[in-house]
């Protein structure tokens, strides 16, 4: 199974299509539903007494492992941000650290021996918590966000080297290595110390660097966005969900996990938070990828 | 065999990798040499009395059928740009018309019959020109530049609805129709009567809008771009130049149009200007097609 450690949230989200009030969300909220679809991932973050029971317990029957979430006394960690009409552009306009302020992964007993520990885009002092407590004999797969790579350079590239696999997307990449062209971008950021390089690049698909190779893959065309919010955490729980059933971790098993990325995150923009994630059927994305591999083929 | 209709150039052009004065250039050479890996295209253009005669007969030795290209008196069209370090911008330094000023299509009697008629980025009028010489049987694939959709833009709509198809790079997509979001505005070209929409994006690969359905397409993965300058005509060269060979033009003779236009492109962008399509065989690029196959299966 895979272990997650990342933040579980309140969003308050404003685009195009309206507005939702302290919703849901968090990239381990999104990861793991979406992993969800493929096996039981287990949980390690932080919530306020003020986050719904219900949710934990929804997460429980989805088989999402939550003994990890501690409840601490106070607010759970509070995010609100716009879009820009044409989704180009999200501003943050609040952002309440709340419980999370001293969050401190303490990664259970029974969690240690994961086959695959998805770092999401927490601090990278936090990230390095982690491996330190589960060994280094997992499968470290890494998120990170600009905040890290504009405030904690030095520990973000200490932690970039620990890892097995990266996932970023693509104004992170470039941001990371000043490099404009994406593919020099993946070459330099390999560089650091990840064998495989996985860069989202939105509605532009996402690309691969893996054995001095290049994989680069469409997106699932959706013509209409409802809200991306949480679309790069749901790509990396559908990524590394399937990756966790592969015997091997190879080219032919990560372009396939890329793929059920991209399809489950096609699913999760569908509506507000995770509003389509909780109603997702492993079945509905196997049906989608269908249509997808048809689309792909020639 | 397919019939184009558009520049025939000299151009100098700047970029990070060095400057190279006066080399051939313009759509319908980039268009031709691209499609004589495929048939035989007949080219409709104007050059001056400056332009190498080897440059006609190397295109004659590649089958393509030069009959229709007029030299009159003065200096062919020349064309000066310099690429921004990462090529994300180009700016214009020359235009100089010159023979193309006066350019007035005429299409040979026995260019008319042409399968594929494949209207380059001249002036939305000239595009007309051609429709009416040519007769409406034709399967008609238009182009169009920045500059048309500034300038002739009610001109330009009615080209739009009297052709097959149209190839379109994304930002002119977006400046045509007012949309950011790509898929909306490939909806938005199509209402206006073509019957497939084909935008190309540069380093993101390209997309077909054809009978409802979106197919989208990754590039070839190229580390290094050396010059971009014809990546879209060569596109559309590799793309109609296939197409032409096919029985039917449906879903997935366009699809692998695609592809090959992909493919053909890459090489392109390999060498400044024509260099790297005067050396390519057919051979070369269906070993590239092998391999990219492979990266896009899964």
């Known amino acids: 199974m895979s272990l997650v450690v990342g933040s579980i949230a309140f969003d308050t989200i404003k685009n195009i299509h309206g507005k939702r009030e302290r919703i849901v969300g968090g990239s381990s909220t999104y990861y793991a539903y979406a992993a969800s679809l493929f096996e039981n991932p287990k949980v390690v973050g932080v919530v306020g007494e003020d986050f719904p029971e219900e949710i934990i ?18 607010k759970t960690f509070f995010w609100e941000g716009e879009y820009s009409d044409d989704f180009s552009e999200r501003t943050s306009l609040k952002t309440e650290l709340n419980v999370f302020e001293h969050f401190n992964p303490k990664i259970p007993d029974d969690y240690k021996e994961e086959k695959i ?15 330190e407590q ?3 004999d997992r499968y470290f797969i890494m998120d990170t966000m600009n905040l890290w790579i504009n405030i904690s350079r030095e520990k973000l590239m200490e932690t970039i080297k620990s890892v097995n696999g990266i996932i970023i997307n693509d104004e992170e990449a470039k941001m990371l290595t000043g490099e404009h062209y994406l593919f020099e971008a993946a070459k330099q950021i390999k560089s650091l110390g990840p064998e495989f390089v996985l860069i989202k ?9 893996f054995e001095d190779k290049f994989f680069v893959l469409p997106p699932y065309p959706k013509e209409v966005v409802i809200d991306p919010t949480g679309a790069g955490d749901s790509y990396a729980g559908g990524f590394v969900g399937f990756l966790n059933n592969e015997d091997k971790i190879n080219a032919l098993s990560l372009k396939k996990g890329m793929v059920y990325g991209t399809i489950v995150s ?9 509003e389509r994630l909780r109603k997702l059927k492993r079945e509905d994305v196997e049906n989608r990828l269908k249509e997808y591999k048809e689309m792909i083929n020639f």
Do not use: C, W
């Open 201 to 209: 690049k939105g509605e532009h698909g996402s690309m691969l660097y």
């Open 117 to 131: 520990v998805f770092l999401a885009n927490i601090a990278p002092e936090l990230q390095q918590k982690v491996i």
């Open 266 to 274: 096609s699913f999760t923009i569908e509506d507000f938070g995770i």
């Open 57 to 74: 317990g929804e997460m429980g029957d989805r088989g999402i492992d939550t003994k990890g979430i501690e409840t601490e006394k106070g």
């Open 134 to 136: 589960t060994g280094k």
